[in-house]
């Protein structure tokens, strides 16, 4: 008998420029699995492969709301539930325990700081933390369940992991017509998002982005 | 053409009509439930049927009367509902007649359903377990043709996984004409008229003095027909990495995509593990498993069950290699076959503990 092999997931293979995982944690209510689609959505009109698996709990508010999201150049072969990923989107951090072991050297956490507690942070140094005050400033537009869309502005300003067309399109579309008068908001809070920042973290080569 | 963002049993659905399915049948429950709406939505525009039925019984009797009668037909449930089904499974395969069954199963406890069937006779079906929505339009179509050549039930397994991941597939608004009606099914044609025709379990002629069927050459006919389809089927199997594995995966279905992210992350850090993902269950691929495990140190059944495919890589194996189940696992509150321990986590730790574990053997 050896010793255990020391192993690593940040050696995958599929840490590949063709390929970005995103990790979406927070609980039901604040719109987790409604970003994650908006994103998926806006990929696929961007041309490129999508593979999104959520996880719920059996309740309206409060349960743990995960989604694993794989955008890429090829066509994907990925397990449903992700061991690793480039980037997360943390909403809340009741449930982000599972998630910030599975992100990668160098990846990306976009952290709601207004509800997020401080303690809960990647246990990565290497991953680069964007502190966003999403609640707070979805709440000064008006719409404070409009939090996740500020972070989902913010992500796509960081990295163009889709463009900002077809994430401002996807995020129309994705609401039911009962819910048109949440477009306006709804836009206000991805601009707000998406004047944080220029592109400080490109997820695919410039060529193609 | 449009690329469309569709729940994984909607690609499903969208494969059963491209392969000119007109006739669906079936009864709601989770993870079939979206499958059926699919169809209930899609169908009529094609000019084809879907109905709700009241129970899965009545909905496989639906299915092989419309294929009787000419119609690409299918039925599906969870392993629950193809419970009750399997007299009517059996009793097409005797009749000659071709449909698709899908068993969106609640994780893999289903296996030995699918592949052995609980259905009275010397009857099997094939069964084909695809992953990815390529792979699941390509063999949902596979699995018609086989049904049409055959002449009996094909059952194509998904799971909860399948059935609730999204992924982009690529449609059109009009999908291909369907096939026409064999020669052989019935037209409606009257008895004496010269131009009936039958289709039963029991026969498809009648004896010359007109006083019944000769089951016993009926029996015949079948058994020397399943004898030529489990010969004519080729069985198939991804290989991944096997050439110098010392450990190889055996997985099916999202179980195997699991193996996979797991085989090519432990490669990537040197490790010698490779992965055999069966895509028929019936016929097994006995001889790519054989192949695979010829000198590996251990072979490994990853299975979301408390083991049952074991079985079938140990009948290929036939002794040459141990054999170890990693099955067994907890599902979660929902019961729908999500289990919190199949990750890709828990599968490395469990293959680095089996390479510690055979690394002083000789190979």
Redesign the interface.
Known sequence: ?????V?S?A????HSPMRREILFTGIGGQGVQLAA?TL??AA?AD?R???????YG?MMRGGNSDSFLTIAED??????????AWAAVVMHHEHAGDIWPKLREGGLALVNSSVVDPASRPTDASVEVIEIPALDLATELGSPIAAQLVVLGALVAHTGVVSADSLVASAAAALPSYRADAVAVNRRALDAGMAMSGLTHPAWELATA | MT???VEGSEAVADAMMRAGCRFFAGYPMTPFTEVLEHMAAGLPELGGVCVNAESELEAVGMVWGAAAAGARAATGSTGQGLSLMQESISEASMAGVGFVVLNMARGQGDYYQATRGGGHGDYRTPVLAP??P?EVAELIAEAFDLADRWRNPVVVVGDY?MA?????IESSADAPAPRPAPGWTLDGSSGGSGAAKLVSPLGTTKQRDGVGYDLAAHYDRCARRRIEMTAGITPRAEQVRTDDAQVVIVAYG?MA??A???V??????G?KVGLVRPITLWPFPEEQVRAAAEGADVVAVYENNAGQMIDDVRLSVLGAVPVVGLNGFSTD??AFG?SPD????NL?GSI??L???H??DPT
């Open positions: 008998m050896v010793p255990r092999t192993f997931l050696g995958s293979m599929y689609r998926a959505e696929v041309g492969r999508v593979q999104l698996f959520a996880s059996g066509p994907i072969k990925s397990p449903p539930v992700l061991g690793s | 690329t469309r963002l992953t990815g390529a996984y609730h991941t999204w992924v982009d999202t995509l699991y996979d992210a797991v090519n992350d432990l490669r990537a850090a490790h509150s929902s999500i199949v990750t890709v986590e490395t680095l503990q390479l510690d574990e690394s002083g």
